[in-house]
């Protein structure tokens, strides 16, 4: 029995973030999950990364989780906002220059539309002064192409 092929080809599609101390500051930085991405129903991640460019000075602590309505820590458990880094997810693997960890990752599908959330915990609430980071994520959208091979 022969596999019918599909020809159908797309390009990844890529979706950035910058978020800085004074975005969150009063609004979330005290855990509470807030929509960053927006993904379309049938998008599927393929990776992404998390990169602090500016280290945040809260009080103690800023850490940051990465996920979605349905599973909080789905792409990055735990990424430390007070350390200069690259925090990875790609399909199949988590790769990381700092300590972390994904609970299912890339590879989701997300069968309706939905966002991709961050959750910012500082030590202690409205205490930064300084902080940035940016997230990146690329996704394909299933049923979706924009070119012909074969």
Not at 15 to 32: M, P, Q, S
Not at 33 to 51: C, M, N, S, W
Not at 78 to 86: R, S, V
């Amino acid at each position: 029995m022969a596999i019918t092929k599909d020809s159908g080809r797309q390009d990844a599609l890529w979706a950035r973030l910058v978020v800085g101390y004074a975005d969150g500051k009063n609004v979330f930085d005290d855990g509470t999950a807030t929509e960053a991405i927006d993904l379309p129903a049938g998008a599927i991640v393929t990776g992404g990364y998390v990169r602090v460019n500016t280290v945040f000075n809260s009080t103690t602590s800023d850490a940051l989780v990465v996920g979605d309505g349905v599973d909080d820590n789905r792409y990055i458990a735990a990424c430390d906002l007070q350390t200069l880094g690259h925090y990875h997810f790609i399909m199949g693997d988590v790769l990381t220059a700092n300590t972390t960890s994904a609970t299912v990752g890339p590879g989701y599908k997300y069968p309706g539309a939905d966002t991709v959330d961050i959750k910012w915990t500082a030590g202690t609430a409205n205490t930064a002064t300084t902080g940035e980071f940016e997230i990146v994520l690329s996704y394909i959208v299933e049923d979706r192409a924009c070119e012909v091979q074969g």
